[in-house]
């Protein structure tokens, strides 16, 4: 490991501890760092840095010279982080400042130990699928930024009304949901609104995605785990002229005819994972399913 990118949103500059001790543990190692440009200037203006750093802006800035990119915040900041990242195939590393953090998952008091294993190469990377959208007319906002880590979802707008969602796969007829809309999530967004909607959760090397109903007056709807080659066209029936769509945290309006098309996307992120983590870990900690006192007998 000998360059790296640091990215934090503008609200992560008040862990100033972990910036600091993750900053110190990678200079330790002689490692060259750059830092988001935005988030840098932030951390100008409060002070918190020693020296001074060279900075990227955008997804132009960055390439295959860099080892590693290492998102300080929550998960949401890891989401923002792939924009950044895109098709390079620079592996992420999620440092969590944050709440929950399933994509961040290095805590706060294991900074130093993680860049330690890092420099060892005690690590592995986890390939990390994702949704790319396709529509009929053209979403410009989705123009150059038109694929998910998580999850795209589609969502009633300016309405208490629900929406109808007619689902094809490979151009069959599935069904349509009446419900408040309806979430396409990847293996990684399983564990993110899927699950909050009673979706399942999925192993992240899985090659399956995920159809979960938003409050779904179809009594017989169920969230349905499919092949991750499946092609999954959706039109929406809305009393509204608009419903919205969104890629992770990025959403948008959309004209109520616009035909949707959602395939899987032709590059992956890689994820790191220490060998102190895994996903299990994650999910016993996160979701405390270790927290039957029935357990302790079997540890």
Request: hydrophobic share 35%; net charge negative; charged share 20%.
């Amino acid at each position: 490991m000998r360059k790296v990118a640091v990215f934090g949103q503008t609200y992560t500059v008040n862990a100033n501890k972990e910036i600091k001790i993750l900053l110190a543990s990678l200079e330790k190692y002689g490692i060259e760092i750059y830092l988001e440009e935005v988030f840098c200037k932030a951390l100008i203006k409060l002070q918190h840095l020693e020296k001074e750093y060279s900075t990227f802006s955008n997804f132009k800035d960055l390439n295959d010279s860099f080892d590693i990119f290492f998102s300080l915040g929550g998960d949401g900041t890891t989401l923002r982080a792939i924009t950044y990242v895109r098709d390079l195939n620079i592996p992420i590393l999620g440092i969590n400042t944050g709440r929950l953090g399933f994509l961040a998952n290095v805590k706060k008091d294991e900074i130093s130990e993680a860049i330690d294993i890092l420099v060892e190469g005690k690590y592995t990377i986890q390939q990390r699928t994702l949704l790319s959208i396709e529509s009929d007319p053209p979403i410009k906002e989705f123009q150059e930024l038109s694929f998910a880590l998580n999850e795209i979802t589609i969502a009633r707008k300016n309405t208490t009304s629900m929406i109808g969602v007619e689902t094809f796969l490979d151009g069959e007829y599935l069904t349509n949901y009446w419900s408040d809309g309806l979430i396409i999530a990847t293996p990684t967004g399983s564990t993110g609104y899927s699950l909050s909607c009673n979706g399942p959760v999925v192993s992240p090397n899985s090659e399956n995605f995920v159809i979960t109903p938003i409050a779904p007056h179809n009594l017989s709807a169920r969230p349905m785990v499919i092949p991750d080659h499946t092609i999954i066209d959706l039109n929406v029936n809305s009393r509204e002229l608009d419903y919205h769509v969104s890629l992770d945290s990025r959403i948008t309006s959309v004209p109520r005819k616009t035909k949707i098309r959602i395939i899987k996307s032709p590059f992956t992120i890689k994820s790191i994972i220490p060998s102190n983590q895994s996903f299990l870990t994650t999910l016993r900690t996160k979701l405390l399913w270790g927290e039957d006192t029935r357990n302790e007998s079997n540890l």
